[in-house]
């Protein structure tokens, strides 16, 4: 079964640093763009960064040289090093990716559970 499983979260004081972490399991033929999406409570899901599969990026405005995102293809894992964190950057954290699979030959994305992050003041 194919899924992502992201980690990394946790509480932090504001100004401070954490890496999360996503990795992707399963048969997996390619894994095309993977990203990071974010949501608090009764808010929709936004997106903060993605990374094609030939590297390049883009941010949300919001993360913009506070936030990294990067990616491993030989681990199948990507990675948001998020520093200078602020309490608005507290939400829970999901992982995206496009992936084929024996069961999605043409592409489809896939959804971790989520991480929580939680930035004090």
């Known amino acids: 079964q194919v899924q992502l499983v992201e980690s990394g979260g946790g509480l932090v004081q504001a100004g401070g640093s954490l890496r999360l972490s996503c990795a992707a399991s399963?048969?997996?033929?390619?894994?095309?763009?993977m990203g990071w999406y974010r949501q608090a409570p009764g808010k929709q899901r936004e997106l903060v960064a993605r990374i094609t599969s030939g590297g390049s990026t883009n941010y949300a405005d919001s993360v913009k040289d506070r936030f990294t995102i990067s990616r491993d293809d030989a681990k199948k894992t990507v990675y948001l090093q998020m520093n200078r964190l602020k309490p608005e950057d507290t939400d829970v954290y999901y992982c995206?990716?496009?992936?084929?699979?024996?069961?999605?030959?043409?592409?489809?994305?896939?959804w971790g559970k989520g991480t929580l992050v939680t930035v004090s003041s």
């Open positions: 995206n990716a496009e992936m084929t699979t024996p069961t999605s030959l043409l592409g489809m994305y896939y």
């Open positions: 399963g048969v997996i033929f390619s894994i095309n763009d």
